[in-house]
């Protein structure tokens, strides 16, 4: 008979969540190609835009400080909003990605050991920047390293964050 049956209520007369799986290997690979491709786009595009200001305004590094901080404001609020807006996406194969320790270590670290390298070409683009006007070899201008350093703490940070906090929490599975 059914009536002999136990029930599994919790307290509160609640039935209790079937515990969520442990990320796996699919999932944390979905969560790094995630993070890594919106950071690999945001230090491409910024990139890009430090590559061409010098052809769009003449003159010397200062009349262009004001548009490549403008630039990379709106290329880094992007980059943000496409983190929290991936974070939240479900793929059809693997399901949502949902907020543990794991997710957001992995956000972190191997994203960042995978996109950083992406990084550098702007840094050499900035360090050039750096010498423009100045004696030969002789840093005069600190402004390109502290913006490289400025969108760099943006993808290595700022991203990832965002997609952490974005993630679905496993109490909301």
């Avoid at 430090?50 to 880094?76: K, M, Q």
């Avoid at 050991?113 to 683009?125: D, E, G, R, T």
Wanted: proline share 9%; net charge positive; charged share 15%.
């Amino acid at each position: 008979m059914v009536d002999h049956l136990p029930l599994a209520f919790g307290p509160g007369g609640v039935a209790p969540r079937p515990a969520r799986p442990k990320p796996r290997r699919n999932t944390l690979t979905l969560l790094v190609g995630r993070v890594t491709t919106i950071k690999l786009a945001y230090w491409a595009a910024v990139t890009a835009v430090e590559l061409a200001l010098p052809l769009a305004i003449a003159g010397p590094l200062d009349a262009r400080t004001p548009a490549s901080v403008a630039a990379a404001s709106l290329l880094g609020a992007g980059a943000i909003a496409w983190s929290v807006a991936s974070a939240r996406s479900i793929d059809r194969r693997l399901g949502g990605l949902y907020r543990s320790v794991p997710t957001i270590a992995t956000a972190f670290v191997a994203a960042s050991v995978v996109a950083s390298p992406a990084s550098v070409p702007l840094l050499l683009i900035e360090r050039q920047r750096s010498l423009e006007g100045c004696a030969p070899a002789v840093t005069c201008h600190y402004g390109p390293i502290l913006f490289w350093v400025a969108v760099l703490a943006i993808g290595m940070v700022l991203v990832p964050a965002a997609f952490a906090l974005s993630m679905r929490s496993q109490e909301a599975a």
